[in-house]
């Protein structure tokens, strides 16, 4: 069975950075496209960024352009989410999820989440 | 404002059916794979249709999805007490180049 696991999250001032990873597992990484969604506090689920298989291709959401950076590394089977000048409404849940292409096809598979508390 | 538009609320009786729809546009639905996720407090989002009416292994065939030009909709018949969630269709936005979900549905089994 897929296993995605996030970790980085945590309490960061407005203006900070942080870096959140996902370890994938059972599956074979490099052949699936890699998305991270998340969802802030009685709000629903907003798309942030999508890395294609290879990692040469990447696309995020208006909110976060420029400020996030999504990145892969297939030889450790990790995908990360870099993310500069957070804002307060930054603050969400953050899951990685697995595409069920190389490209973005359908989010088969997501971790439980990584919190993300943007505060002063 | 999300690109694909969904009923904030349905709700209906156990053992009753719902429908739940999702309306976009040519460079989303009418172009791209439609899919539905089940989304319970707590837990992880779950596939529950892609390529809009094909179900994962796992899935009750309670749960139907069908695509027409650009609306989709979700079907759950039978419905348990246990299927009370937030539901989401997503695809890819050609135009845009970004993923995109519909504003969510809270289903509620009354």
């Known amino acids: 069975q897929v296993h995605l696991v996030e970790s980085g999250g945590g309490v960061v001032q407005p203006g900070g950075s942080l870096r959140l990873s996902c370890a994938a597992s059972?599956?074979?990484?490099?052949?699936?496209?890699m998305h991270w969604v998340r969802q802030a506090p009685g709000k629903g689920l907003e798309w942030v960024a999508i890395?294609?298989?290879?990692?040469?291709?990447?696309y995020y959401a208006d909110s976060v352009k420029g400020r996030f950076t999504v990145s892969r590394d297939n030889s450790k089977n990790t995908l990360f989410l870099q993310m500069n000048s957070l804002r307060p409404e930054d603050t969400a849940l953050y899951y990685c999820?697995?595409?069920?292409?190389?490209?973005?096809?359908?989010?088969?598979?997501w971790g439980q989440g990584a919190l993300v508390n943007v505060s002063s | 404002q999300s690109v694909l538009t969904q009923p904030p609320s349905v709700s209906a009786a156990p053992g009753q059916k719902v429908t739940i729809s999702c309306s976009g546009s040519s460079s989303n639905i009418g172009t791209n794979y439609l899919s539905w996720y089940q989304h319970l407090p707590g837990t992880a989002p779950k596939l529950l249709i892609y390529?809009?009416?094909n179900r994962p292994s796992g899935i009750p065939d309670r749960f139907s999805g069908s695509k027409s030009g650009t609306s989709a909709t979700l079907d759950i018949t039978g419905l348990q007490t246990g299927d009370e969630a937030d539901y989401y269709c997503?695809?890819?936005?050609?135009?845009?180049?970004?993923?995109?979900f519909g504003g969510g549905t809270k289903l509620t089994v009354l």
């Open positions: 999820a697995r595409d069920q292409g190389a490209v973005a096809v359908a989010l088969d598979y």
């Open positions: 059972r599956f074979t990484f490099s052949s699936y496209a």
């Open positions: 890395t294609w298989y290879d990692g040469k291709t990447e």
């Open positions: 390529d809009s009416n």
């Open positions: 997503g695809t890819w936005d050609t135009s845009l180049s970004v993923w995109v």
